[in-house]
């Protein structure tokens, strides 16, 4: 079936220039907001139909590094975290709670960390590629959410894994993975507290797009 989403953004998708990503994670998440996130699977199905996949990013939240006690770079550059001290625009992958990853993407200049975490993404093109990958069958508009709603949702859409993903340029289409600036106007933001998480929970750093339909988690207190 074919998605009604509030933006239908026609390939190709122009990738963010590596500046984008050189600042302060709070700019770059709110700025963040309705740009585009793609992923190429040309090399798995070469010209076929679900080749390609987008989505619009409508929830992002900021990690802040060293001095943030709920960043992964808070235990400074480590073989895991090394992607977050490196060049800004890269991709962290990590595996939690034993069942998904999420996908973030690396902020500041390098030797820097930061990053944005990617929470979910409303879906414009290849949703049924999508929804194989999510082991679902979309029976109309109100099945979309299931989708991408949710970091783990949005990275088993797009087939994110770290062994696959963790590290490749998001600036850079060749690397299959890219953030596009093919995006709507972004509306009103809405922001709160983080979610899932224990430490520097009390901090304002999640952005979302305010009303929009595919918000995970706590919608009423944007």
Not at 53 to 73: F, K, Q, T, W
Not at 78 to 98: D, E, K
Not at 132 to 144: E, F
Request: hydrophobic share 40%.
């Amino acid at each position: 079936m074919s998605a009604q989403p509030s933006l239908i953004a026609s390939p190709p998708f122009r990738a963010l220039h590596r500046d984008f990503f050189a600042r302060d994670p709070r700019r770059v998440a709110r700025d963040l907001l309705s740009k585009v996130l793609v992923r190429s699977l040309e090399a798995e199905n070469p010209g076929g139909k679900g080749a390609l996949l987008a989505g619009r990013i409508v929830e992002v939240e900021a990690y802040l590094g060293e001095n943030d006690p709920a960043a992964h770079a808070a235990a400074g550059n480590t073989s895991r975290t090394s992607v977050l001290f490196g060049p800004p625009g890269h991709a962290y992958v990590y595996f939690i709670y034993g069942n998904h990853y999420c996908l973030n993407v690396s902020c500041q200049p390098e030797g820097k960390a930061g990053c944005v975490l990617f929470r979910a993404l409303e879906p414009l093109v290849g949703i049924e590629t999508m929804a194989h990958a999510r082991g679902m069958v979309v029976h109309g508009p109100r099945d979309l959410p299931k989708l991408t709603s949710g970091p783990g949702r949005l990275a088993e859409a797009f087939a994110i894994t770290r062994s696959r993903d963790n590290g490749c340029d998001l600036t850079a289409p060749g690397s299959g993975l890219w953030i596009s600036d093919a995006g709507a106007p972004r509306g009103r933001i809405g922001i709160t507290p983080r979610i899932g998480i224990t430490k520097g929970a009390d901090q304002p750093l999640r952005y979302l797009l305010a009303g929009n339909a595919f918000i995970s988690g706590r919608k009423s207190r944007a």
